[in-house]
């Protein structure tokens, strides 16, 4: 939470609204732990991460529509080695899910 | 906005200890929050009275800890009975603390070593030829005043270690007394395993329990066969991060 302080200040300073995304749980073997976070402006600007790179698009994509109708969604992603070519998920063969909020809070 | 964004900004930034509890599914109010401060001071509300008590005694715990999980709730009698309730809680402990009463040799490696390892240092002595910042330049804080009178006033948090290291059971003891009635994560006291043993003993004539003279590490620091101070310094803090971590 610390990381992402600054650039929410210069955004909020901007009057641009901001959506969390947070890595609420975690299985098997991920990049980022539980309570890792990806802080997206309205412009689509970023702070933090919640995994290596893998699945930031996808939780970018979602940010940008929760911050539009304001509902918050949780997101999966992890999928078995077969599956992993086609679909966004994590290359390190664990689970996490992602809860993404507008900062409305 | 309902304010709880600039509260957390704030404590983080001031660097306080504080939870925050998102509910995440069971309800309609999925995103509520409800942050939480020691001894159970809430703001906010997660929707339900009942909820938001059970989630902040979770969250003492990871206040400390700094964990960060996902806690599931049933609630009886409520609007949301028999619902599973996900809620992820998040501490943030305030950086552990290192108060060194005694500001003899020891203390000048032992302040290095801590702050190598993120701890926030106080040095507290009442000699003031001691606790000079030429000698702890290095330090956090630096405090000339009786160690027992300080402590007694302070803030003493679970992540909070004491090293008494003045040598004289004058300053030693009113610390001591003082200290091992508070909830602290780790004491230790310099002295032989004589000077110990008759140090716990005084300590029991004047009222403390043997289950609280138990807490005392002494003689302080893991036995690395220390002699110079920067060794007795390198075993204290040794002791501390055993300590922490749960091995010792």
């Known amino acids: 939470m610390r990381d992402i302080l600054p650039d929410i200040e210069k955004w909020r300073t901007r009057g641009e609204k901001i959506a969390i995304a947070t890595v609420v749980s975690m299985q098997g073997s991920a990049p980022r732990q539980p309570g890792a976070k990806l802080a997206v402006s309205e412009k689509g600007e970023l702070a933090g991460s919640v995994s290596g790179g893998c699945v930031e698009p996808a939780v970018v994509q979602t940010a940008l529509e929760v911050i539009k109708h304001g509902r918050p969604q949780m997101l999966e992603f992890g999928i078995s080695e077969a599956e992993n070519i086609e679909k966004i998920g994590l290359a390190c063969g664990g689970t996490i899910h992602v809860f993404v909020e507008r900062l409305d809070w | ?248």
Request: include cysteine; charge should be negative; charged fraction near 20%.
């Open chain 2, 1 to 248: 906005m309902s304010g709880l964004y600039e509260e957390l900004r704030t404590a983080l930034n001031q660097e306080q200890a504080i939870a925050i509890a998102t509910l995440l599914r069971g309800t309609d109010h999925v995103g509520a929050k409800l942050l939480i401060y020691p001894d159970a001071v809430t703001h906010g509300t997660l929707g339900d009275p009942e909820l938001d008590q059970r989630v902040s005694s979770d969250a003492e715990q990871a206040i400390w800890s700094g964990k960060a999980a996902i806690h599931s709730y049933t609630l009886e009698n409520t609007a949301m009975a028999q619902e599973q309730i996900d809620v992820f809680i998040e501490g943030f402990p305030p950086p552990p603390e290192l108060i060194i009463v005694g500001a003899g040799h020891i203390a000048i490696p032992l302040t290095t070593f801590a702050r190598a390892l993120n701890y926030r240092v106080v040095i507290i002595d009442a000699r003031s030829a001691f606790a000079t910042p030429e000698r702890f330049p290095h330090a956090n804080e630096l405090i000339v005043a009786w160690p027992d009178e300080v402590l007694q006033q302070r803030t003493l948090y679970p992540s909070t270690s004491v090293a008494v290291l003045t040598h004289d059971p004058k300053f030693d003891e009113p610390t001591l007394k003082v200290i091992l009635t508070r909830r602290v994560g780790y004491v230790g006291a310099i002295g032989s395993r004589k000077t110990s043993a008759e140090r716990a003993e005084r300590l029991l004539q004047q009222g403390l329990t043997e289950e609280q003279i138990k807490c005392i590490h002494g003689p302080i620091g893991l036995d690395i066969g220390a002699r110079t101070p920067e060794e007795i310094a390198l075993s204290i803090m040794a002791e501390i991060v055993a300590q922490r971590h749960g091995k010792i």
